[in-house]
């Protein structure tokens, strides 16, 4: 998900809803009749004052402007968003920002690269009757080399398939190869990638405002209209979205000073919610294999040439591993 533009959000919900509105015209009398029926405030605010702002709605446009487009080339009346200043929240931080289980994602979409287990490897010796190879002075197979992995040629690049691991330094390939595997590397069988992900929540506030020029009641029937569409759709289209546990709260109308040549009222609708906010911690190949030796202490040695090979990889081990392939920085964790 990574980081969310809660206000692109809030934007897309507000353009839907006034969309909806305009196809479903029956809801303006849900919206805007709730005096209607009292005996009281029926004879200023009856149906007729009904018809007048439904008539009113479906004869302008109301763009959904960010806060600063509204000083481009501003057209009243209009619905501007305003960010307000958000935190980390508080009752749902942790020590570790932990996501879940690790995902798995293709190397294309990941890094514009191939996984190496080992690179710029030039075996010391290789038997073409047995397909022995033997590793350089120095590099040991052991916790990153195993079956089913590729010993690739950057000579011709041509992939040869690594058939077991011997011990420390020596494996097997195919017999009677001749290649030149100067500088070759050794690749898994799949290029996938283990995406370690850590998340924390922010609290954000957003401040909308609906503004009309010279008519005071106007602005009241555009708030309405913003007020019902956060009440109607939040739930559809921005708790679904990821921005959740919202709260509103509304402001007094008043004379906006921020348009000096023009008599703007303005009337605010005051959001805030959660959202969470999560990033990639570090990559790490995904090992389809491990393999190890068994020594019991006090106790005798497992012959040479013993390994079990296990189809699963530590967490611990994983972020070793994606340090190891650069993909992880010392101070990252």
Known sequence: MGILATDILIKSMLEAAILDLRKNSWLLDDIFGGMAPDPLTSADYGYKEVQAAKKWFLSNDFPVLLQW???DDV????VSIAYKPSNEAQDRT???DELGPAEDFPINTVINSTIKVFDHLTPSAYESETGLMTMPKGIETTGKMVSGQFLVSRVSGLAYEIKTVE???TFKIAENVEEDFTDAYVTPPSSLWNVQREATFLREGY???CHCQNNAGQTIWLWQIVAYSFLRYKEAYLES???EVSNLSFSAL???NDFPTENVFSKYIEIDGQIQADWIKYLAPKLHKTQGGILIADGPKAPPGTYNEQAWLME????????SFGVLGEDDD
């Open 75 to 78: 057209q009243v009346p209009c």
């Open 69 to 71: 487009r509204v000083s």
């Open 254 to 256: 008043e004379r906006n």
């Open 241 to 243: 979205r990821g921005f």
């Open 316 to 323: 611990a081990d994983a972020e070793d591993l994606a340090q």
């Open 94 to 96: 942790s020590l570790a």
């Open 207 to 209: 401040s909308i405002g």
């Open 167 to 169: 011990s420390q330094e």
